[in-house]
């Protein structure tokens, strides 16, 4: 019975949770490469936490029916931030409760290792606000067009002229991309991560101008867009007549377990969370 079910506490990410980990995120979805590629830091235990809620049989190698991890990220200010993530539930698990345990044990694991704040990136808010996890902030993503892209047949990085490509996915690949390039000009710099479906825009620096030749240049008529609800770019985008159909992404919740009164915690980049 799911109700039975006790959690554990792991330091480190142990075989278990791997498994459950690509099998819900990656093989049951056709995707992904291998589980270091998409997160460099799997094996490393240093600030690295993972609750699991074991199925283990008689006999049967120690199997994960849920799982999730948390991985502490510094932040500037100094505050304690574990960033919540890959949380997963076995399919044959699921409609148990047993996603509901694992955040509860999160919360007890994250006062127990004096966190600040937890933080976690979902579609589904409600699942997370009867845990204390309040939504601060908001992703948009959806398709963009280019000005006049209709009838326009223009490949991906169609004019490297003058520009600097690298490959920084060894930092790690976000489970729906292929690897991660990033593009700079003189006063500005694009990362862009190659997908099954396209080519999406995770970041961006520099002046405008800059980041808009750069856009021109690398990316085709058409492409995806991850940014905050509120970000400059979006305004951008309208002033310089390119169409987009964005729509919700992903809400960030946080949970302030300190008591603290801490500043509005600052913009995570997608490719720095898990």
Known sequence: ?????????????????????????????????????????????????????????????????????????PMADGRKVGLVGLVCVDEAFRGKGLGHQLVAAATEVGR??????????????????????????????????TPAHEGMDRPFCHDLAGLKTEDISARG????????????????????????????????????????????????AAWSLNALADSAILAELHSRAYKSDLSPGSYRMVHELSGRDHSRLPYIPLLNRI
């Open 173 to 220: 690949i976000p489970a729906f991309a292929k690897s991660v390039l990033v593009f700079s000009g003189d006063s500005a710099a694009i990362t862009v991560l190659p997908t099954v479906q396209g080519y999406t825009l995770a970041d961006w620096r520099g002046d405008w101008d800059g980041v808009f030749r750069l856009i021109e240049q690398v990316l085709p």
């Open 112 to 145: 127990n290792q004096a966190f600040d704040t937890l933080v976690l990136w979902t579609n589904k808010p409600n699942v997370y606000a009867k845990h204390g996890f309040a939504v601060d902030s908001a992703d948009r993503y959806g398709p963009v067009w």
């Open 1 to 73: 019975m799911a109700e039975a079910m006790q959690h554990s506490v792991h330091e480190g990410v142990p075989h278990a949770a791997r498994t459950l980990i690509w099998e819900v995120f990656f093989r049951s979805r056709g995707r992904g490469i291998d589980l270091p590629a998409h997160s460099p830091w799997i094996d490393d235990s240093t600030g690295v936490t993972t609750i699991l809620i074991g199925a283990d049989q008689p006999g049967d190698e120690p199997k994960a029916a849920a799982g999730l991890v948390i991985k502490e990220a």
